[in-house]
């Protein structure tokens, strides 16, 4: 007994739809698509409540023929595909970013599809499907020469219980734009505007192709900041380029979201290209800090198969390790030179001797040996120390600057240990021997000397202390003078304040003012004088990323060490011999010193065979 029956066209379509269409942002991105690859220099995208009601797309491309038209409603019709020279159809070598034939037919199966398309030279001609019935053609109106234009609405009337699993209109908005924007940042020759409900959230020009137009259109998009703090990543290996931009350590976020990566100009989502920034910043960023990105790829069609998603979200590489080792080399290699930049003063080939080389191994050295820490002990007496001729002499028994009566408040809960410290360059951070531009300590190690940059070495360890208090007990918190009010989106209110009484237990207090901002009353105490917005907007990044399985209390500590300055001691301050060794001692006791909480180095080891290069003596 047989009870297999063949579906009608319809019924398939919209099972179809389910997997191309899964909510308005992935109508838009086949459309947008779909106008990329008529060629459209422009794009002009509306959206009316999260674009359930209406989404709006005009295009200039090479709009279509009648007969076209009908054909592009139809599923698994496609202009992108050709037939080979065998009557075979090959899919290896996909250049488009359509490919399947199947985003209209979806669309029109689940909503009411109404489309205008005008060729060059042609006339305009509109068709209408609704809810999977097709009429046929009729004369149009067409502003343009060429081009296209697709009004869909009331999406998924036809699939009502597909309608209830909608986020709110807010949230498909936001996946809106998103959308668009990696589109954006793929095609940088493209002019994009979007509107939402009537507002217009994105205007971007079409830029010239190439990497400057990139780069301002990247501007455009992840802020203007990213332009100034991006490095310019371009390597080649094995046939296959990887080109784009990637933020400066010094400009990280604390999440991921903003790490983009394309395939052949399509964007995709893909673990690799996370787990490949960690790898590469590894050394350079904060745990919990992620680098801004934007990264292409270019690769043979062949190596690459995009046809695993029905929504070509995903792609899968023929060799992946190639790819990841080529973002993890080329991104090393762009921070590397960054690193030379950012010191001028010493010849570029000697840099490549002490800066890289041995910058990245120390970063690891955060805590001293057992036999060091036992050696701390038994020292009685500091021994003065010899002046330097080149450096200024230390004075090594000034009273302790934290007893002067400094005019900012302590520089720690508890000062830094001044009782003598031992004074033997065996310490992995070596001997205190001068401070410099009352700004640097020089030290001497074993074999080398250690330059630490004492405002960076002293955030961290605050930093460190706060992330224990936070940790154990019981957070002290202060009462600002004047409350500080923090603009947000929406939903990051929405979501802050419903971990009011956790973020309360930490010591800070923040309650909703409006629908759009918070009004921050407490922080803790221990964070002085600080950066409160950036604070709290730090706090929502987190929150965004990891919901409510956020270990509150960890990051807490950490976001506030990022924005905690006032405590720490700034460049500009006299440290006696005392403090530099207990300084020195703290960091090598300190878990993750080796790092400030930007991601830079606290500390840069020259070792004696590096100095000896840079006077030519090797
Ligand atoms: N904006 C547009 N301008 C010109 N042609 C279009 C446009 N949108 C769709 N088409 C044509 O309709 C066909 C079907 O579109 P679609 O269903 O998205 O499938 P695919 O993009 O995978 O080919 C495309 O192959 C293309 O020829
Ligand atoms: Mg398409």
Redesign the pocket.
Known sequence: MSNIQRLPQDTINRIAAGEVVERPASAVK?LV??AI?AGARHIDIRAEQGGLSRILIEDNGSGMSGEDLQLAVERHATSKLKPQADGSWDLLHIQT??F?GE??PSMGSVARLNIVSKPRGGEALAIQVDGGAMSGLKPAAFGGDHGTRIDLRDLFYATPARLKFMKSERSENMAIAEEVKRQAMAHEDVGFSLELDGKRVLKLYAEQPGFEGRLRRLAALLGSDFGDNALLIDQAREGVRLTGYAGLPTFSRGNAMHQYLFVNNRPVRDKLLSGALRAAYADFLARDRHPLAALFVEIDPQDLDVNVHPAKAEVRFRDPNLVRGLIIGALKHGLASAGHRAATTVAQTALTGFRIESVQPLLNLNRPTPSQIAAVRPYIAPEPFAPTARFEPVTAYDPPAYAQGVSEAPVMERPLDVTAPPVADTFPLGAARAQIHETYIIAQTADGLVIVDQHAAHERLVYEEMKVAMAHGHVQSQSLLIPEIVDLEREEVTRLIARRDDLAAMGLEVEAFGPTSVLVRDIPALMGDCDIAGLVRDLVDDLTEHGELLALKERMAEICGDHACRHSVRSGRRLNANEMNALLRQMEATPHSGQCNHGRPTYVELKLKDIEKLFGRR
């Open positions: 086949e698509e779909n690859d970013l359509g399947r985003a209209l």
